[in-house]
């Protein structure tokens, strides 16, 4: 189970790894827009447990969603324009093209779903993911919203005050993920909020529970 610094947890009953489901290789192309998972692949296997969207073309997969697949040997990727195998590093370095945060995004996205939850892209104010429960993606709407923290990159306390505020409006569970300097993954649930008299919070420092 997934527990937070006061204690709270995540339920995670009955959860399992992903590695522990059979591998399947399913070819993918790298698209401008992502990685194309072709309608004459399984593409409804991996949108009925949370990933991609869907296209006329088949299942757009985001780059992290692509890493996570890729690196447990369920998709292959091929270049769209050279013809040649993507590797994990190639496409990674891609992601990092259009996102600075790219390596902090997948290894929580990877994190949550070694946990067994099932992961969608978030929606503004800072928001990085929705987390659903397991059996719950496609039932009902995502139980936390995560907000994705890189101990050292200064968050304002008005950001995420107002982050916090949004999520209560839609009386969701705000988790901040906080990955420390030693790599590791720390998450906070956030119920209410008192800032410090500093103008900007860092890392393990920006929240008051």
């Given at each position: 189970?997934?527990?937070?610094?006061?204690?709270?947890?995540?339920?995670?009953?009955?959860?399992?790894?992903?590695?522990?489901?059979?591998?399947?290789?399913?070819?993918?192309?790298?698209?401008?827009?992502?990685?194309?998972?072709?309608?004459?692949?399984d593409i409804e296997g991996l949108s009925s447990r949370g990933y991609g969207r869907p296209?006329?073309?088949?299942?757009?997969?985001?780059?992290?969603?692509a890493l996570y697949l890729l690196s447990k040997g369920i998709i292959e990727i091929i270049?769209?324009?050279?013809?040649?195998?993507?590797?994990?590093?190639?496409?990674?370095?891609?992601?990092?093209?259009?996102?600075?945060?790219?390596?902090?995004?997948?290894?929580?996205?990877?994190?949550?779903?070694?946990?067994?939850?099932?992961?969608?892209?978030?929606?503004?104010?800072?928001?990085?993911?929705?987390?659903?429960?397991?059996?719950?993606?496609?039932?009902?709407?995502?139980?936390?919203?995560?907000?994705?923290?890189?101990?050292?990159?200064?968050?304002?306390?008005?950001?995420?005050?107002?982050?916090?505020?949004?999520?209560?409006?839609?009386?969701?569970?705000?988790?901040?993920?906080?990955?420390?300097?030693?790599?590791?993954?720390?998450?906070?649930?956030?119920?209410?909020?008192?800032?410090?008299?500093?103008?900007?919070?860092?890392?393990?420092?920006?929240?008051?529970?």
């Open positions: 189970m997934l527990k937070d610094k006061r204690g709270q947890r995540m339920k995670t009953d009955n959860m399992t790894d992903e590695t522990q489901q059979k591998k399947v290789s399913i070819k993918a192309l790298l698209i401008k827009e992502g990685v194309l998972v072709p309608s004459s692949e296209d006329d073309r088949g299942l757009i997969l985001n780059f992290y969603e270049d769209e324009e050279t013809n040649e195998n993507v590797t994990f590093q190639s496409l990674l370095r891609k992601f990092r093209s259009i996102n600075e945060d790219a390596w902090v995004k997948f290894l929580i996205y990877r994190d949550l779903r070694s946990r067994g939850y099932a992961v969608r892209e978030g929606f503004g104010f800072g928001i990085d993911f929705r987390v659903y429960e397991r059996g719950e993606y496609g039932k009902d709407a995502a139980d936390y919203l995560v907000f994705g923290i890189q101990e050292g990159k200064p968050v304002t306390v008005e950001d995420l005050a107002k982050t916090l505020k949004y999520v209560q409006n839609l009386k969701k569970k705000l988790i901040l993920a906080v990955l420390n300097r030693r790599g590791e993954l720390v998450y906070y649930s956030l119920s209410q909020f008192q800032p410090y008299n500093e103008t900007q919070i860092e890392g393990d420092k920006s929240a008051e529970t």
